[in-house]
């Protein structure tokens, strides 16, 4: 039997792990920069959530925040960046802007106690996630990868042609909003699973993973899930075999997977 901190750990990976195939059709989108970047709209949300929380104790799991303010910014800066690159690399500067001062101004509000738990949004541990956390990310996670699953030909058709799924009668810009809301769900999980800090491996790494390897899409969303799930496993194996903190750890197997993918694709092309 798995010890319960570290089967809560390996369900919480496993379930980050849902982000990477959805990372892939950002990145065929080319976006995938913006999720990694709307993964710290968690942190004000967060701080929003656990200030409500500290002045009426029954109110909603803070994480419930973190992805509603995720979706909010993802949803923003998607709309308002229409135009060009530039506006929406400068709408996700104004919106990480915002994020941050939210999250400085309501922490000093916060009992001691309560900071401590806003702050493990930064930089979080698997190993210390409680079973609430764990079907947070479960429900949140599975929902997002259905959404994915039942609108997959959707999303492929606007992220090659957007212009010839828009002529054939395709709501363009109900389905781009729509895979923003799904990134920013996966985005919200990680930052809960990794901490906001370190997400940008699950998010970024097992994408550039499969864009070496894989040439087909449904390959790369294939080799995507299995890289982050061996990062994620792999990581908890490292932090209890030499006691280094979770998530660095499992940033660090990703770094090293991606290192050895980069080096197999550099010396089979020669």
């Not at 000093?108 to 764990?134: G, H, I, Q």
């Amino acid at each position: 039997m798995l010890d319960p901190f570290v089967l809560r750990a390996v369900l919480g990976v496993f379930f980050a792990a849902f982000s990477a195939p959805i990372s892939v059709i950002m990145l065929l989108r080319g976006v995938l920069y913006v999720t990694p970047e709307v993964s710290h709209a968690a942190l004000g949300g967060a701080a929003v959530g656990v200030l409500i929380q500290a002045f009426l104790p029954g109110a909603a799991d803070p994480f419930v925040f973190a992805i509603i303010f995720c979706v909010a910014t993802s949803i923003f800066v998607s709309r308002m960046g229409k135009s060009s690159q530039q506006a929406l690399g400068m709408m996700l500067s104004v919106s990480l802007a915002v994020s941050v001062t939210l999250y400085a101004i309501t922490r000093s509000y916060m009992p001691m106690e309560k900071r401590v738990l806003v702050d493990s949004y930064l930089v979080s541990d698997p190993l210390l996630l409680s079973d609430m956390d764990v079907l947070s990310l479960a429900v949140a996670s599975t929902v997002a990868l259905t959404v994915t699953a039942i609108f997959y030909r959707e999303f492929i058709y606007i992220c090659f042609d957007m212009e010839t799924a828009e002529s054939f009668g395709l709501k363009t810009g109900l389905y781009d909003s729509l895979l923003f809301t799904v990134s920013a769900v996966t985005a919200a999980v990680v930052a809960r699973t990794m901490g906001i800090l370190l997400s940008v491996t699950l998010l970024i790494i097992p994408a550039a993973v499969s864009r070496l390897l894989a040439r087909r899409v449904s390959m790369m969303l294939a080799v995507s899930f299995t890289v982050a799930t061996l990062s994620g496993l792999g990581g908890v194996a490292v932090s209890l075999l030499y006691d280094v903190p979770t998530s660095g750890a499992i940033a660090l197997v990703s770094i090293i997977l991606f290192s050895a993918s980069y080096l197999f694709k550099l010396f089979s092309k020669q």
